[in-house]
């Protein structure tokens, strides 16, 4: 069989704004979950992205005006399942939180001004590290709101499902406040694989 050799959209910088691309929609929201990240969270799904990585795990998510608006009930909703002691933080994904920054700068800023550091805040991306660095001020912005990245498309030839909250080996789990202070990607030091 031929080899399927189409590959994810690669962005010049800037290229994609959310303030261009976001309608605000949520695609899911998900409580009290153990797979998006360590420990039990909750976990918000936005709507859009272009990366079209081939193989994606949530093409419905891809587009812009999938699910429902974000409203303020919601983010209630996410700041009280948060008070729960056992809930160790948020996750952002997607869809593409990076081309959400309205929302996600929303709700982190909340979480920060709720919780402090106590609770933290983890954020899937099809940007890479060295992509994101290149990137408009809203990115660089919810950027510096969190503290666990994975960065990069989902590419189906370096696919490996034994991955820890990967989907492909080329996809980092990156420690963020680390990485900005010392100016080069300093990987989460608990991975298992
Ligand atoms: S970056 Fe993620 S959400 Fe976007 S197309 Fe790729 S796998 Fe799907």
Known sequence: MPRNTKSPNNPTPKEWLAND??????????????????????????????????????????????GQPYTQEL??????????????GLTLLGGEPFLNTQV????CE????????????WSWTGYTWDELMKESFDKLKLLSLIDILVDGRFLEEKK???????????QRIIKVPESLEQDKVVLWDKLVH
Not at 75 to 88: A, L, R, S, W
Not at 104 to 107: D, R
Request: glycine letters at 6%; one cysteine or more; aromatic letters at 14%.
């Open 110 to 121: 909340r979480v920060r001004k709720e919780f402090g550091h106590t609770k933290d805040i």
């Open 75 to 88: 983010e209630d909703q996410i700041i009280e399942d948060m008070h729960k002691p056992y809930v160790q």
């Open 104 to 107: 996600c700068i929303k709700i």
């Open 21 to 66: 691309l976001s309608l605000q929609y949520i695609a899911d929201y998900k409580a009290f979950n153990f797979v998006d990240g360590e420990g039990i969270r909750c976990s918000l799904y936005v709507s859009g992205c272009l990366f079209h990585c081939p193989g994606c795990y949530n093409v419905a998510a891809q587009n812009f005006h999938y």
């Open 160 to 170: 490996d499902l034994t991955l820890q909250f990967r989907g492909s080996s080329n």
